[in-house]
């Protein structure tokens, strides 16, 4: 019901104005009674009501289509908005009157390339942010991990063993906290703050997690336990992890003392270091019996 009377509100909006529109110009130029200098004041007028309608109609898709932007960042961004429609509608009114703009708008475009070559870092950071809180490509509340070659990572190095065949991606995983206009905020694992310019958010490969992740994990066994029974124990441990929901158990290699054992699991959350260790201790519990 409030969606139909925003669309009539919307469509009664459109149909005064083209009516406006069309008495204007009725009279000033296909009933020629006025005086020509009355001409640019209606002009102007019907250009100021017609500029502000549109603002308006702007404003009320903003806020119908964008409900995901928080209300202060949304304000903000109006506000902007605003402050660039009324210099046009500035500078179109003066032209209805027969001011020459013309050397206004070559000096705004000086300026405006002078600012924009001394604010090109900050500036990148504002466009940036308009284009992430438009499109959407993380929200708040996302677990995410940002891959990006500006801020590198150095990982610590230690003997070849059969974990290194895990991988591990150059990044920085946490929750999403905030996104403005010039900064990204997110809470990492540790529980640190990261603050990212979303101008390198907006270049960097982003990796989403959902309610579901999927998990690997290898557990080496002697030689003195049978494939098959280490196997079917396996298994069982597993299957004791209330949060996974689908598991493979494999061979993954062979060492000189024993072998190695790969479970890939479909776990609950996305956390991949939760439903790591909750499967290890079940498997330790259960290699630990005799």
């Not at 990796?207 to 196997?231: C, F, H, K, P």
């Amino acid at each position: 019901m409030i969606m139909k009377e925003g669309l009539l509100r919307l469509y009664l909006t459109f149909i005064t104005l083209a009516l406006v529109l069309a008495a204007i110009y009725a009279i000033t130029y296909i009933v020629p009674v006025v005086p020509v200098k009355i001409y640019r004041i209606f002009d102007a007028v019907v250009l100021v009501i017609a500029l502000y309608m549109v603002l308006r109609i702007l404003f009320y898709l903003f806020d119908r289509w964008l409900t995901s932007i928080d209300p202060h960042t949304r304000t903000t961004l109006k506000f902007m908005i605003s402050v660039v429609w009324y210099g046009i509608m500035g500078i179109a009114v003066a032209a209805a009157f027969g001011i020459d703009v013309s050397s206004v708008i070559l000096g705004s475009a000086f300026i405006s390339i002078v600012l924009g070559l001394a604010a090109q870092t900050v500036l990148s950071n504002i466009i940036a942010g308009i284009a992430i809180l438009i499109s959407e490509p993380i929200k708040v509340g996302d677990r995410i991990t940002l891959a990006t070659w500006q801020f590198g990572n150095v990982f610590p190095t230690y003997p070849p063993k059969f974990f290194s065949q895990d991988m591990l991606i150059n990044g920085y995983t946490g929750t999403v906290k905030t996104i403005k206009f010039m900064y990204t905020t997110m809470i990492d694992d540790e529980g640190a703050v990261v603050v990212v310019p979303n101008s390198i958010v907006i270049q960097s490969l982003v990796r989403l997690y959902s309610e579901t992740i999927n998990t690997t994990v290898r557990y080496q066994i002697g030689l003195d336990v049978n494939v098959q029974d280490a196997l079917k124990r396996v298994s069982e441990a597993v299957d004791r992890c209330k949060d996974v929901l689908q598991k493979e158990v494999l061979i993954d290699e062979t060492t000189t003392t024993g072998y190695v054992i790969r479970i890939i699991a479909k776990c609950r959350g996305n956390r991949q270091d939760v439903c790591r260790s909750n499967i290890l201790r079940e498997l330790i519990e259960e290699f630990s019996r005799k």
